[in-house]
């Protein structure tokens, strides 16, 4: 480990308490000068640390960097499965990672608190402030027909409501396909892009992209978000972010080692606010009304027209004409 992760892991061991320069120095064999270098670094990665003359360095109660070391910390015993690079801003993880797709291993993570190009579905951008976000790809080999990716992203959903219930006290709500809803208020996009094998019609590569909403920016969403975004806490804690990105990462780990088998399907669909509600399904600039009657063992959406027809949808947008009582 470095001067830096050293330091950082000390100042945690002792969270709450002050830490001395020279007991710093000390402790880990190095001079006071490489401690106050590695102090300035662990600032300029988003940590908040509280200096006090004749008493050292703390970190403070809001600290929430993103941080590779902390994250494999709160990983546990999958600490090792994962190769983790973070980063202050970039213009999107996804595009990070695609363009490092010839030169990376599956279980390959990029995590940032800001994201200049940010992407939603349908091309949208996606709304990434600085300092308030999490946004995290993860690059796959799945070994699945590219008919079958979707299942990707409905397993990235249930891993990010049981991430939000583990570290928040969330009530985190699945809007098919890739959207989750806290409090009425989308606090997350699940975005999975892949690369397709065109001679065995398997898929060679995904990427799966989560962007979460942590906090709320200061001076609140834009007005085009306003009573539509929301956020998971409600003020800065602690390495709320790292906890958040590794719980999520436990969670879909756990999930995509079955993933043909389905296994997550059934809280997909307990987790679903859209079933028994009036929708409209989008197709291009016609919205057509229907009902969203159930969720198959494919997480596909299964639609009642007003006409009486029935649809099974495996891609596309809906939106809630009237959400009913019930979930």
């Known amino acids: 480990m470095s001067i830096k992760d050293n330091i950082a892991q000390l100042l945690e061991s002792h969270f709450g308490e002050f830490v001395s320069g020279s007991q710093a120095a000390q402790q880990l064999g190095v001079t006071r000068a490489a401690v106050w270098k590695g102090i300035q670094a662990l600032e300029s990665d988003g940590h908040k640390i509280e200096a006090v003359p004749n008493r050292g360095y703390r970190l403070s109660p809001d600290s929430d960097p993103i941080s590779a070391s902390l994250i494999h910390s709160y990983l546990g015993p999958l600490g090792d499965t994962f190769t983790i690079d973070t980063y202050q801003s970039v213009d999107s993880t996804n595009l990070v990672l695609k363009r490092s797709a010839q030169n990376i291993n599956q ?16 091309g949208r951008s996606f709304f990434s402030p600085t300092g308030t976000g999490l946004y995290i790809s993860l690059f796959l080999r799945p070994e699945m027909p590219a008919a079958d990716a979707a299942m990707i992203t409905s397993a990235a959903a249930v891993a990010v409501c049981r991430a939000i219930e583990e570290c928040t006290s969330a009530k985190p709500e699945i809007k098919w396909v890739n959207d989750v809803f806290a ?43 306003h009573g539509i975004a929301g956020a998971v806490l409600p003020k ?8 958040l990105a590794a719980a999520f990462l436990r969670n879909f780990y756990t999930m995509y080692k079955d993933i043909s088998k389905g296994s997550f399907v059934d809280e997909y669909k307990r987790r679903s606010f859209l079933i028994g509600q009036k929708i409209y399904v989008i197709k291009g600039d016609e919205r057509v009304p229907a009902v969203a009657v159930d969720i198959d063992s494919e997480c596909r959406l299964i639609v009642r027209y007003e006409d009486g027809r029935q649809a099974a949808l495996s891609s596309g947008e809906v939106s809630v004409r009237q959400r009913l009582g019930g979930k």
């Open 107 to 122: 279980w390959h993570v990029a995590v940032s608190g800001t994201q200049t190009s940010g992407r939603g579905r349908m």
């Open 183 to 225: 409090g009425g208020l989308k606090v997350c996009g699940i975005l999975t892009e892949a690369a397709m094998d065109m001679e065995s019609g398997s898929l060679e590569y995904a990427i799966l992209g989560v962007g979460m909403n942590v906090y709320k920016p200061e001076g609140g969403f834009p007005p085009e978000l």
């Open 236 to 243: 800065p804690e602690h390495n709320a972010r790292c906890a």
